[in-house]
């Protein structure tokens, strides 16, 4: 290369986010080394949050010296937790251009990263003690307990994303989230929900890891009592849905599962006189790999969970797509659980399936998907599970159940292990169901 070309020719490429300490009264040798900062992976609704929160965080970042754990608890309102966040999406067409799908709705991946992120900042708030004297609590998420897409999300009209804290136990904290959208169809404000979610989170502390009590919370509005039963009654159904499932095969499921077993044996044994209908579990399976990357972290230094949502959807939306033939619609995520935390430079698998099927209706047929995150490390050879999501698709309204002679297929294990799978997720989503008829 010629030393002599135009410096016209060189195109200057810099940073496109400013620190997370811009505007800190501390001096630039005194700042967090570059490794505590939070990933530069982020949507401009985390940044968004970041900077709102920053003089938070930059306590939580630096708590002084063998600082003691918080000792006087507050007792706050809901209201005091309550954050929005604005998507411009009619007037920022960059924005518009950041989220939008190839169908001219907003990416639901990136919409599952900001949830997770202004979840995050609402429990923040709500356990802020104001006291920069006592060594902050470490909030992680803990599961998704459920969320559901009401209706599609235009990427060319304004968003709005609220969430407060809605109940407490000793040290979990669950937070309601809304994303709201306005139609030119209805004024009634109860139509202008598009989607809804509640995640879990829990406080530990941040120096012994062990389960820590947060700030009280007090209801006022009679919309907030009802909010804060709900899910009282969610978490005693949490805690029953561990020994419940078990208990029921072992009291009367064993013919369930034996008569799902003897589906996939057809498929096993004899293939060619299994029915057209029907295909094995495992033969739904996809599959992909990641190193997890610095840029990825939050303000902890583990991966952040938003980011692990957003690539589990993504390989949930392709499996329903490839077992389907048609373009899937996502409905909903049924749950999600964070086992492990996912820590920088690990090696992290997805392994997704059709867990089963719902096709009473053959104009919405159910396409249940499961996710499991891996974290394999070679040199160990081990492999732990760190997360598990299972998301709920149907057809896209553009698309037939009955596509050229083509119909959704019911699922059938192979495996007892799988036959397992899928009547623990079944029985979980009818006792949920039964729960919601109930109150």
Known sequence: MDSNSSPSNTIPVGSTFTSPFEGSPRADSARKPLSLWPGMYHSPVTNALWEARSQIFERLLDPPVD????????TKIPSQSRTTILYNFSTDYILREQYRDPWNEVRIGKLLEDLDALAGTISVKHCSDDDSMTRPLLLVTASVDKMVLKRPISVDVDLKMVGAVIWLGRSSIEIQLEVTQ???ESSDASELIALTANFIFVARDSKTGKA????????????????YEEAEARSNLRKRKGGYDRKEIENGEVNRLEALLAEGRIFCDMPALADRNTILLRDTRLENSLICQPQQRNIHGRIFGGFLMHRAFELAFSTAYAFAGMMPCFLEVDHVDFLRPVDVGDFLRFKSCVLYTELENTDRPLINVEVVAHVTKPELRSSEVSNKFYFTFTIHPGAKTVTN???IRKVVPATEEEARRILECMDAESLQLANNVNK
Not at 69 to 74: T, V, W, Y
Not at 213 to 227: A, F, G, S, W
Request: charged share 20%; glycine share 4%.
């Open 67 to 74: 600082a003691p754990p918080q000792s006087q608890f507050l």
């Open 182 to 184: 306005p139609t030119i």
């Open 212 to 227: 820590a009590p947060v700030n009280r919370l007090c209801p006022e509005t009679d919309q907030e009592k009802l909010l």
């Open 405 to 407: 002679g083509y119909r």
